[in-house]
């Protein structure tokens, strides 16, 4: 069998917001995603890879941006993002 534990993607599907609120990112299981900053709805768009643990983005306009999981916690170029939980 290829790959290994370390290069199976980390589940990243789900909300993922800045300890002030300010950003939210919305991970699609379709591989897009929807950013929203402050009271702008869909600021940024685009689709996602993960690899392992590592996420690549490239924004509907074409830029390019990374981020890593590590720890349960989303670093997206300069933002920390937390998993946003759901209330059950």
Not at 9 to 31: C, F, M, Y
Not at 33 to 51: K, L, M, N, P, Q
């Amino acid at each position: 069998m290829a790959g290994s534990v370390e290069s199976d993607p980390v589940d990243v599907v789900g909300t993922w917001v800045t300890a002030d609120g300010h950003i939210r990112q919305e991970l699609l299981p379709d591989g897009r995603y929807d950013e929203a900053r402050g009271e702008r709805r869909s600021a940024y768009t685009g689709r996602y890879t993960v690899t392992g643990s590592h996420l690549d983005y490239v924004d509907d306009t074409g830029f390019t941006a990374t981020g890593d999981i590590r720890d349960g916690v989303l670093y997206h170029e300069h933002l920390v993002l937390y998993r946003e939980q759901t209330s059950s």
